[in-house]
């Protein structure tokens, strides 16, 4: 609707707009994937990106075999993150970009947890002046309606898949991925998944 409004302002004067869409990103861990190379790849495509990027994550996808593995050392890293000043050496996550910004991550948190979500670890402000809040681990069941949203936090929804098609077919049922990623020790993987997920 608000890309409708611009665009239409814009066409007035004959310019032309180049409008940036929500984005559901995804990035899956097969079994054999090198686990630590993936954990560091999520947190810098969840929270070092600060949202801001078209191939930020929302949705990871783990193999049942090394969920609970990932999951814990995804935990423990969330917590060393160091939320600051992102203009500080050291600043991993800065602050949302305005108190409405904030606003609409807490409501995102209680659409979350009315649909069944568990929040693992985040999901609050953080102790800090501002618009600053906590990246956030959330379990949720791939059937719940927020699965298929969009937004623009460090709130990243987990979920066990156990196979091949399985990551597939929940890859694939959102309508706003524009990236996706795959973590792997077969390339020849690879190739399949490029031409069977649609992003």
């Known amino acids: ?81 160091t939320i600051g000043n992102p203009l500080e050496t050291g600043s991993e996550l800065g602050l949302l970009f305005s108190h409405a910004t904030k606003k609409h991550f807490l409501q995102l948190i209680d659409a979350i947890k009315s649909q069944g979500g568990k929040i693992l670890t985040g999901g609050s402000d953080a102790k800090y002046a501002r618009n600053f809040v906590q990246p956030t681990i959330v379990e949720i069941s791939t059937s719940a309606k927020i699965v298929k949203g969009g937004w623009v936090f460090q709130v990243i929804l987990v979920f066990k898949y156990q196979s091949w098609e399985e990551a597939i077919e929940t890859n694939n049922n959102v309508c706003k991925g524009s990236s996706n990623f795959i973590y792997t020790g077969q390339p020849k993987v690879i190739s399949t998944w490029l031409s069977e997920v649609h992003t």
Request: proline letters at 0%; aromatic letters at 4%; one cysteine or more.
């Open 1 to 81: 609707m608000v890309g409708k409004v611009v665009k239409h302002i814009v066409v007035e004067r004959f310019g032309k707009c180049l409008l940036e869409s929500d984005r559901n990103n995804a990035i899956t861990v097969l079994s054999d994937a090198d686990i630590q190379l993936a954990i560091e790849a999520i947190v810098h495509d969840t929270v070092g990106t600060a949202d801001q990027g078209l191939s930020t994550c929302h949705r990871l996808f783990l193999h049942e075999s090394i969920y609970g593995d990932v999951l814990d050392r995804l935990l423990q890293r969330y917590g060393s993150i």
